[in-house]
């Protein structure tokens, strides 16, 4: 019997230790050292919740800028992931094939094919370009313009020169926002 006390002793220790001591010292040490990412990177309008920076969202606008496609319907819901088509899928190569009849066959790579986790809030500088010319034919913006927002919103390379250059599609729509704003 003494063996089972001892069982059950160490098993409340360490339920109270994993289950409730650790998370909360980790959530507070990440509340306090990072707010804004440990509180999801939640971006605001007027005090609702329009999306998170760390998360893609559907294309619902002509006259924005659209996210890769994602395999999972841009659901973080669902669990995140690819298409899992390999380069011999017929499948793929037919998703493929209407995104370039959709976008025109000089489309970026990224445009293309559908991000890893499906939910790469991300896009190269490529594909952003890309994009300013369509959107700029919509008539409000000009191409300049989108180019300089497009710029002044460039993510990435640590230290200065390690990695790719992209933007935060999301941060990039919510500043198209704000300029409809200022001009309405």
């Keep these: 019997m003494t063996h089972f ?13 994993t289950g409730l001591i650790y998370p909360v010292v980790v959530t507070l040490i990440a509340q306090l050292a990072m707010p804004q990412l440990a509180s999801g990177s939640l971006i605001k309008q007027t005090d609702q919740v329009v ?15 659209w996210p ?48 890893g986790s499906g939910l790469d809030p991300h896009i190269s500088l490529d594909a ?10 919509q008539g409000v913006h000009s191409e300049e313009e989108l180019r300089t ?17 992209y933007v935060n599609v999301l941060l990039l729509n919510r500043a198209l926002d704000e300029r409809h704003e200022r001009r309405e």
């Design 149 to 165: 927002l497009i710029d002044s919103h460039i993510e990435g390379q640590q230290l200065g020169f390690l990695g790719p250059r």
């Design 51 to 65: 999306g998170s920076s760390l998360i893609a969202q559907k294309p619902v606008k002509e006259g924005y800028f």
């Design 128 to 137: 952003a370009y890309f994009q300013a010319a369509k959107i700029a034919k």
């Design 68 to 115: 890769r496609p994602s395999a999972i319907g841009y659901d973080p819901i669902k669990p995140s992931g690819g298409s899992s088509l390999g380069p011999t899928s017929q499948k793929l190569r037919e998703e493929v094939e209407g995104r370039k009849k959709m976008l025109g066959d000089q489309a970026p790579v990224d445009l293309l094919y559908a991000s």
């Design 5 to 17: 006390k001892v069982a059950c002793k160490i098993f409340l220790l360490m339920t109270l230790l």
